[in-house]
């Protein structure tokens, strides 16, 4: 474990960049809906090595997009304590 990151061949590389959008998005969107966002609103492709984060309006809901090397890896994460994972 090199500077508190442990590596796990084959699994998902750290991201050269993260974008974190600052608009809520309606978290029904799938992983095409939310490349859409990252084409259209970012001028960015889904597949450029970066990771890109989303939140729901509350903001106890994140969804990250990020490219794994062979396609486009969609993750959640939600808060059951009805807490907001942005810090509000």
């Known amino acids: 474990m ?16 993260i974008w974190l959008a600052v608009t809520p998005v309606d978290m029904r969107r799938g992983i095409d809906g939310l490349s859409s966002i990252v084409q259209q609103a970012l001028g960015q492709s889904s597949c450029a090595g970066s990771a890109f984060v989303f939140h729901n309006r509350p903001g106890n809901r994140l969804k990250v997009l990020v490219w794994d090397g062979t396609g486009v890896f969609g993750c959640v994460s939600a808060v059951c304590t009805g807490e907001s994972l942005l810090g509000r």
């Open 2 to 17: 090199a500077g508190g990151v442990i590596a796990l061949p084959g699994l998902v590389a750290a991201p050269a960049q």
